[in-house]
């Protein structure tokens, strides 16, 4: 049992689904060649951040965790785990994840650094208890991870690379607002300002539908910049249109929670599908050389 709480400090399904999006941006820039020992330190590198993050996350929190359904059960709060013990595994998971990452490129570390501090210092210190724009600033390291995997081989912060943390930040606004609404109780016991608690719930489905579909709109621009090729754009549309008639449903009262949910789960749906097209149905790179030529 005790195992298990350290296993699950490091928040192992948010990890997971980074990595789906580590190896987006990853095959998007290798365009058909793979390196598997690049690869390899890039997946492992971030993994290792991001556990690094999250138990700074979860040692920072612990006091309002305490105040959440959701999360009163964690292993810091319940004491299974030690603040002492967590610090060490922080700082071994940081600097392991930072070691890799400069193995694997040196942009790519600067870029995990980046990402943990404004996850660890600018969000969960700072603003999370402090300002509704904590859920802007906190999507910007949430959207690292793909431009991580793609810089890891392009060596270069192109614009492909601002594509990828534009699509993916504003993916998170719609995604970490839909988990707001349907854990509001949750929000409120522990008086995190997120927008739904602060503005109410159809403030925040105003909001939503904005996000989604910017969301869209970004979503098309690796096809029409020349990085991904047609499948993916007509994936992409087809997601961006299904999420945002889902968005635009009823859902007053008591469906609100509901609606929120199944938002929440398709946004995954949504990410997971991009991830995986944006990785198969790139332009190869002789094609990119004409095309940026023309």
């Known amino acids: 049992m005790k195992l298990k709480q350290y296993w699950l400090v490091t928040k192992p399904g948010i990890i997971a689904g980074n ?46 965790d305490a105040l959440m359904e959701r999360t009163r059960h964690r292993g810091l ?8 013990i967590a610090v060490m595994m ?17 942009l790519a570390m600067w870029l995990g650094l980046v990402g943990f501090i404004v996850y660890v210092g600018f969000y969960t210190l700072w603003l999370k208890r402090r300002s509704v724009y904590g859920t802007v600033v906190g999507s910007l390291s949430g959207a690292m991870p793909p431009v991580i995997g793609y810089c890891a081989v392009s060596h270069q912060f192109d614009v492909a690379a601002f594509i990828l943390l534009l699509i993916f930040s504003l993916w998170q606004m719609p995604h970490s607002y839909a988990i707001a609404i349907f854990r509001l109780r949750d929000y409120q016991q522990a008086g995190i300002p997120v927008l739904p608690v602060i503005s109410g719930v159809e403030v925040t489905r105003y909001h939503i539908v904005r996000y989604i579909a910017a969301f869209a709109i970004a979503a098309l621009l690796l096809t029409l910049s020349g990085y991904a090729g047609y499948g993916y754009l007509a994936v992409s549309v087809l997601v961006g249109v299904t999420w945002l008639v889902m968005a635009l449903r009823d859902a007053d009262g008591s469906d609100s929670r509901l609606w929120a949910r199944q938002l929440f789960v398709f946004s995954i749906v949504a990410i997971t599908v991009l991830s995986v097209m ?12 004409l095309t940026v030529l023309r």
């Open 19 to 64: 990595l789906i999006s580590v190896a987006g941006g990853f095959f998007l820039a290798a365009r058909g060649s793979f390196d598997a020992g690049l690869f390899l330190l890039t997946l492992i590198g971030v993994s290792c951040v991001i556990a690094s993050g999250c138990i700074c996350n979860n040692l920072i929190d612990r006091d309002i």
């Open 90 to 106: 922080a700082i071994v998971f940081g600097l392991a994840g930072g070691i890799l990452l400069w193995l694997a490129n040196p």
């Open 77 to 84: 709060v319940q004491g299974v785990i030690s603040p002492r």
């Open 278 to 289: 944006m990785s198969v149905d790139f332009v190869a790179a002789d094609e990119l050389g």
